[in-house]
């Protein structure tokens, strides 16, 4: 009889401990991280840890993040109990600018917790900054010149940046650039010339070619609206 009571007991527990396990997810080192200062065109990375704290084992059902900017990559979707893996979270900064936050979400079968948000925050800065962006010859008249002055500024902290070459596709606009060597925190000015000739609207570009491997480039808008005399 006690031999009965005991197996039905343990039955009973086992039973309960089935009925009782659950999945329980935990990122490590946590759901949020900043990715610091990052140029235009530079990629981030970190890798977090999606592990299972729970006694049965987590199944993830789908990593999602908020835009095209961001990439996932999960290494494996099955993790058991006390197990944990590795989640690649990657973001684009080539079309964003300043401080940006994002989220990656990360659905499960906890059903305490069945979607876990990761956020990101990052500070994209680009290699130039210019004051203005564009060049605007406005109210112009056939036959007269003008000129515009444009500044050019390094934000950088640590690194100095040279400008090889100044290039303009714009007929009758010179451009001259009183500094090509920009130390951290330096400004220099570029001057632009145009002489109208002909009435119309006009639009053209002037690139800036520099030493910097992850911006060598820049194209800057000039437009002009030109009236008879």
Same mark, same amino acid.
């Given at each position: 009889?006690?031999?009965?009571?005991?197996?039905?007991?343990?039955?009973?527990?086992?039973?309960?401990?089935?009925?009782?396990?659950?999945?329980?997810?935990?990122?490590?080192?946590?759901?949020?991280?900043?990715?610091?200062? $990052?140029?235009?065109?530079?990629?981030?990375?970190?890798?977090?840890?999606?592990?299972?704290?729970?006694?049965?084992?987590?199944?993830?059902?789908?990593?999602?993040?908020?835009?095209?900017?961001?990439?996932?990559?999960?290494?494996?979707?099955?993790?058991?109990?006390?197990?944990?893996?590795?989640?690649?979270?990657?973001?684009?900064?080539?079309?964003?600018?300043?401080?940006?936050?994002?989220?990656?979400?990360?659905?499960?079968?906890?059903?305490?917790?069945?979607?876990?948000?990761?956020?990101?925050?990052?500070?994209?800065?680009?290699?130039?900054?210019?004051?203005?962006?564009?060049?605007?010859?406005?109210?112009?008249?056939?036959?007269?010149?003008?000129?515009?002055?444009?500044?050019?500024?390094?934000?950088?902290?640590?690194?100095?940046?040279?400008?090889?070459?100044?290039?303009?596709?714009?007929?009758? $606009?010179?451009?001259?650039?009183?500094?090509?060597? $920009?130390?951290?925190?330096?400004?220099?000015?570029?001057?632009?010339?145009?002489?109208?000739?002909?009435?119309?609207?006009?639009?053209?570009?002037?690139?800036?070619?520099?030493?910097?491997?992850?911006?060598?480039?820049?194209?800057?808008?000039?437009?002009?609206?030109?009236?008879?005399?």
């Amino acid at each position: 009889m006690n031999k009965k009571i005991s197996l039905i007991i343990g039955l009973l527990f086992l039973l309960t401990s089935i009925s009782f396990a659950q999945p329980r997810i935990k990122i490590i080192p946590s759901t949020a991280f900043d990715l610091g200062d $990052l140029y235009k065109g530079q990629k981030g990375e970190r890798i977090v840890m999606v592990k299972n704290v729970g006694t049965d084992t987590l199944w993830i059902n789908q990593v999602k993040a908020q835009c095209g900017c961001t990439a996932t990559l999960l290494k494996e979707r099955a993790v058991g109990p006390s197990d944990s893996t590795e989640l690649s979270i990657s973001f684009d900064t080539q079309n964003q600018g300043g401080k940006v936050t994002k989220q990656v979400y990360v659905s499960s079968n906890d059903t305490t917790e069945p979607k876990v948000t990761i956020q990101f925050t990052a500070n994209v800065i680009e290699v130039l900054t210019f004051s203005p962006r564009s060049i605007l010859f406005d109210r112009a008249i056939v036959d007269s010149t003008y000129s515009k002055t444009m500044t050019i500024s390094n934000p950088s902290k640590e690194k100095g940046i040279k400008i090889l070459s100044v290039e303009t596709k714009f007929d009758n $606009l010179k451009v001259t650039l009183l500094k090509n060597t $920009l130390m951290p925190g330096e400004v220099t000015q570029l001057q632009a010339v145009y002489h109208a000739t002909k009435p119309g609207s006009l639009q053209g570009t002037i690139q800036l070619t520099t030493d910097h491997p992850l911006q060598k480039t820049f194209d800057l808008n000039v437009v002009a609206w030109i009236n008879r005399k």
